[in-house]
């Protein structure tokens, strides 16, 4: 069994930062890739970043472009997410994800049936 553990979340001013971290252990494990998303209240789960492996290419949903890092480490199957200048609306439980299939061109890496393994999530709150 693959379990992923998050942390990092908390309470936080608009303008601020924080950074998420998910570790990825269990079985032997080999993603393809790994993501974040995330569930606001009343919300449906929402895709916010990606990275693969082979490659190296992330992707980005639009509202955290240009705000949003994702990075990581394929070999110790963890990824981060750098939370800057964060806004109200960003609030939400975020979500951590991971795959071990690759998928051809990047839409499926941007969806929730593109990951098999999800985290219990960490709340990011924002406050104004």
């Known amino acids: 069994q693959v379990q992923l553990v998050e942390s990092g979340g908390g309470l936080v001013q608009a303008g601020g930062s924080l950074r998420l971290s998910c570790a990825a252990s269990?079985?032997?494990?080999?993603?393809?890739?790994m993501g974040w998303f995330r569930q606001a209240p009343g919300k449906e789960r929402e895709f916010v970043a990606a990275?693969?492996?082979?490659?190296?290419?992330?992707y980005y949903a639009d509202s955290g472009k240009g705000r949003f890092t994702i990075s990581g480490d394929n070999v110790k199957n963890t990824v981060y997410l750098q939370l800057n200048s964060l806004k109200p609306e960003d609030t939400a439980v975020y979500y951590c994800?991971?795959?071990?299939?690759?998928?051809?061109?990047?839409?499926?890496?941007?969806?929730?049936?593109?990951?098999?393994?999800w985290g219990q999530g960490t709340q990011v709150t924002v406050s104004s």
């Open positions: 994800a991971a795959t071990a299939t690759y998928y051809s061109g990047s839409f499926t890496y941007t969806t929730l049936g593109g990951y098999n393994y």
């Open positions: 990275t693969r492996w082979s490659g190296g290419n992330t």
């Open positions: 269990g079985r032997t494990f080999s993603s393809s890739a």
